[in-house]
């Protein structure tokens, strides 16, 4: 190879190996400069890159042969004609192999040599890219699972985990939902981890993909002084302006499924509201107003499911039926996502759910009842609550007392401030569908588009999700049953 020549190749190999898929760029280029088929081998003699999809036994024993002795270059002739073998000496003891079948007759042991050099960078650089890649997703997972937990109310499990993932999960915090683009996810969790100074808790929600979730401390969590959390939403606008940004009260970690619900509800309002910003700010927890008898209520209504036994080792037990509920009624149809099962399985558990408590799950009447002993339970679970048939109040007694009646009226209070006369009765007739559009709209004699229109300027009015889940439909449901109106 004269000098001119060779140096032409190194810098077309240095441009090549600087772009975009440098490995696959090199060995196309190789491959029209030798006049061969070119491509790369793992250790095992499996093709790991490049066009061509070599299988002779003779290269796996050649690529076998060198790794035992060490050897860093073979020609082979045979059959296929000649055949170079060039180790790269990336990796420990597990290099990849460069092979050249049935190249042109003149030599090219120079241009092997500095191809496999520069290869070699390429793939190290690559394979550095993927393990990074692979360890982001594991991270990933991981979160999810405490963000599980925490939504399921298991607190010690998920401060376990993320004490081992860091950083630690937060006493006290203020929830956001955060919406934008998919690919931009990133870019705003890594505003916010500046903004909270590396202590939030940035989760990629594992139902919607444009939803990132973060739980950044309160100035009381921590000894630091506390960080202004007035510009957050201008902070993750400046660098996704299409973003919305829901925000709920300070809750404390065993309330964070709670925390969620709120800014899950304030991004609804922040989603037709200039700047897209919302934060939720009013007080709407039923089980307050319900006394010592809730609880005592909850866990009779619970106690089929807490009890259950399975009949075979890989079935759901009580915690994960729980579990299961819990999804459901946060998640409706995005609970496979987010449990990471299959929809058949979500569908048995249901079935399962169903039989132990007598519920019919896809009715909004057993749903709300459900969550609301859910909520109780979660509130209260470590207090111990035995019950005597005939002696715990039903649902409908709870909902009788004057208590439940004032909450009740500051669920619907909001549509009469907002001026919305035919609010009360469209929420009525959704929930009687069960939330089904095509239904509410027959029953108010309008057109489903503009049921969907009332019920989005009913969102506005409530500052609460009710199209998208979590949904404010089981609280609305209990309210208006409180009242008599349904």
């Known amino acids: 190879m004269r000098g001119a020549d060779r140096a032409d190749d190194l810098v077309t190999l240095a441009r090549l190996a600087a772009g975009p898929g440098a490995v696959g760029a090199v060995l196309d280029w190789l491959a029209g400069r030798t006049g061969g ?47 170079d073998l060039v180790s790269l000496g990336a990796g420990a003891g597990q290099p990849p192999y460069l092979v050249v079948l049935g190249r042109e007759k003149h030599r090219h042991g120079v241009l092997l040599a ?51 993932l860091g950083p630690q999960l937060p006493e006290v915090s203020r929830v956001y939902v955060v919406e934008c683009p998919a690919g931009r996810r990133p870019e705003v969790a890594d505003q916010i981890e500046r903004f909270a100074r590396g202590r939030a808790w940035i989760v990629r929600c594992p139902v919607r993909a444009r939803h990132l979730i973060a739980l950044v401390p309160s100035g009381r969590d921590s000894a630091e002084p506390a960080v202004s959390r007035a510009h957050l939403n201008q902070l993750i606008a400046e660098h996704a302006p299409e973003s919305r940004v829901g925000a709920s009260e300070e809750v404390p970690l065993r309330e964070a499924a709670i925390g969620y619900e709120q800014a899950f509800h304030a991004l609804a309002v922040a989603r037709g509201v200039p700047g897209g910003y919302a934060r939720f700010d009013r007080h709407t927890d039923l089980a307050p107003f319900l006394g010592g008898a809730g609880p005592a209520w909850a866990a009779g209504f619970l106690a089929p499911c807490l009890s259950h036994t399975p009949a075979r080792r890989p079935d759901p037990g009580a915690e994960e039926l729980l579990a299961t509920l819990t999804s459901w009624l946060t998640f409706d149809s995005g609970a496979n996502r987010h449990l990471k099962i299959h929809r058949n399985t979500l569908a048995a558990r249901l079935r399962l759910l169903g039989e132990l408590l007598g519920l019919d799950l896809t009715r909004v009447a057993d749903q709300s009842a459900a969550w609301l002993a859910l909520r109780l339970h979660s509130t209260h679970r470590t207090t111990t609550h035995r019950t005597t048939p005939g002696e715990t109040a039903t649902l409908d007694e709870l909902l009788a007392t004057p208590a439940a009646k004032v909450w009740a009226r500051s669920q619907l209070r909001p549509l009469e401030q907002a001026g919305l006369p035919a609010g009360a009765e469209t929420i009525r007739a959704w929930l009687r569908a069960d939330t089904r559009l095509p239904a509410t709209a027959a029953a108010l004699g309008i057109s489903p588009p503009a049921a969907r229109k009332r019920l989005a300027r009913i969102e506005q009015a409530l500052g609460r999700s009710l199209l998208h889940a979590p949904s404010a439909k089981h609280e609305l449901w209990l309210a208006m049953r409180t009242l008599g109106l349904l």
């Open 37 to 83: 088929s070119v491509a790369l081998l793992g250790a095992d003699g499996s093709t790991l890159a490049g066009r061509s999809r070599p299988r002779p036994e003779v290269l796996t024993a050649a690529v076998a042969d060198m790794r035992r002795t060490g050897t860093p270059s073979a020609v082979l002739g045979g059959e296929m004609g000649t055949i």
């Open 114 to 164: 500095d191809t496999a050099r520069f290869l070699g960078l390429c793939w190290r650089l690559e394979e550095a890219e993927r393990t990074r890649e692979q360890v982001a997703v594991a991270m990933g997972h991981s979160r999810e699972v405490v963000l599980h937990l925490l939504m399921i109310g298991s607190v010690a499990a998920a401060r376990r985990i993320a004490g081992t």
